[in-house]
Each structure stands twice: as C-alpha cells, then as structure tokens.
C-alpha cells in the first residue's frame, strides 16, 4: 500500500509517495503549478466562473446548482456540456502538464446530482443526439475524459463521488468506460469515523469494481477528528485501497499527524493487532525522519 497527502499548499511534505496539490480548487483561482507533485484541477466545480459567467450554471427545473441552495451544494457547478467552458478546463490541464508534474488528477468530473442538466443547450444536444438521457450524460462526461487523456502526456488520476451503486444515473459516471482512460480512480470517504462500519462497506464495494489501482481519500483536516478514529479509518481502508490519501490540507497539519501515528503506542497496538503491516512499515519509515 502506498501513502498520500491532499494539501492546497505548495509544499511537498517527506515521507508521501503521492502528494496532491489543489492547482485549481473549486474556488476556481488558478494558482501556479507544483512540480514533482500531483496537481489537482477541479473541473465542473467553479466558483469564480459561475459568478462572471452565470449563464454557464448547470440547470434543474429551475434551480441553479450553485451554493445555499435547497440542495445543499458546496460549490457552484458549471453545466459539463458547454464547449466553451470544457475547453477552458482543457487548456488550464495542458498549461498545468507543462510544468514538470508527477501527474494530473481530475476532481468534480460529473454532473451535479440526478436531473442535471436541463439547460437549453443540454435540452438541445441531447436531442440531437438520438440516446436517451442517462447514456447521454455519461458520453458528456467520457468524452471529456478521453480528450484530457489524449491532451496530455503524463499520468492521470480520477475523483469520482462516493456512489458506488448509481453513479452513471445521478452523476454521469459511467465506470466501465472512464477507467480505460486514467491510471487510478479515487473516492473522497469522508466521515467521523467514530463507527467505520460505512466505510467498510462503502471501500469494499468500490474496490470490485476496478481493476485499475484504487485510492481512497480520509479526511485528516481540520476541524480533527479524534487520532483514534483516523487510526480505524486508516486500518480499514488498507484492506482495500491501493494508496490511502490522507486529506489534510495543511503542510503543518500533515507534520503533526505524522508524529502522533508514528510515537503514538496505542497506535501501534492497534495496528499490531488487526495486522496492518503495511501502515506499520509506513510509520516506521516515519518514526525514522526528524
């Protein structure tokens, strides 16, 4: 099992063997590129471009896919099927390529929710188009994959939502065809984790479903959960994943969690006996660093 960070500092922490770098959150600044890192581009979630071009917004029946809305969004959604603004991503993905990166992942690659969306011009296209609704948004979404994919020559990464079930009819994501087109697949399993019976299931059922290496995100950021549940969380999720990604967010955050795992005896115990090897030669290799 490999060992990643989620930060939205340019800093490349020791001791990852993925460090993740948010080059465009969905705040939608666009910031200057990480080398040797995995820089992560927030595709179809924009704020800043929802504000000056709102014409741009993902549609349902009239609501807007955009913050404080009924349905509870945390972020503004642009509709996947404008050409102008798909474009715009893509030239923001190439620029980022060029700067040496150890790769690309893609976040917010998807359609909003169910009943996304009913813009005029995706009323149009759809139409057009002689597919029925649901294969029709997972071509919008495929097709921009294969085009990042065929834009670029390093490695790429994928955030898909934590839907193992409906993906392809809520959100667009049609599994079998997008993991022909990136080199790993990773789901945000954020919780308390007090009870990682979700987890379990959720991490399970997720790891079925690919062959291509499998990552899952834990949430190790701010407000901290208690270091006992991440501990739970983290020896679950090495049953399944590939590479645990540890979502800090802070470079400092992500020192001080290090020297907790790695100092901590109770950890070590726990870890001991559900025979977690792997997290283990990972906090030794931690415990040996300043």
């Known amino acids: 099992m490999k060992i990643g960070v989620l930060l939205d500092e340019p800093r490349i922490p020791l001791g990852f063997d993925y460090v993740f770098y948010e080059v465009k959150p969905s705040s939608g600044r666009i910031l200057r590129p990480l080398p040797k890192a995995w820089n992560v581009v927030n595709c179809f979630a924009d704020n800043t471009i929802s504000q000056t071009k709102p014409d ?28 102008e ?20 992942r893609l976040d917010s690659v998807c359609f909003p929710r169910e009943g996304y969306c009913d813009c005029k011009v995706c009323t149009e296209v759809q139409k057009t188009s002689g597919k029925d609704l649901i294969e029709w948004r997972a071509d ?7 085009e990042v994919r065929d834009s670029v020559s390093c490695e790429l ?27 790993f697949v990773s789901t945000p399993l954020y919780m308390d984790y007090s009870i990682v019976y ?52 802070e470079a400092s955050l992500t020192e001080t969690l290090k020297r907790e795992l790695a100092r901590d005896e109770e ?12 997290v283990l030669r ?5 415990k040996k660093r300043p």
């Open 56 to 83: 741009l917004i993902a549609t349902c029946k009239g609501d807007r896919a955009v913050r404080g809305t009924p349905r509870r969004f945390l972020w503004d959604w642009i509709c996947p099927s404008r050409a």
């Open 85 to 104: 603004y798909r474009e715009y991503c893509l030239k923001i993905i190439q620029e980022v390529a060029q700067h040496d990166v150890a790769g690309i």
């Open 140 to 146: 919008q979404i495929g097709s921009f994959i294969r």
């Open 157 to 183: 990464g994928l955030t898909i939502e934590p839907d193992p079930c409906y993906g392809k009819e809520r959100f667009g994501l049609d599994l079998e065809q997008i993991v022909n087109y990136v080199d």
């Open 198 to 249: 979700w987890l379990d299931i959720l991490a399970n059922c997720f790891r079925r479903k690919f062959s291509k290496p499998y990552f899952i995100e834990l949430y190790a950021g701010y407000p901290r959960a208690p270091t006992k549940h991440l501990v739970s969380a983290l020896a679950v999720a090495s049953n399944y994943a590939d590479c645990v990604v540890l979502s800090t967010y």
């Open 267 to 278: 950890v070590w115990k726990f870890l001991e006996e559900r025979n977690c090897s792997e």
């Open 282 to 286: 990972i906090l030794r290799d931690w």
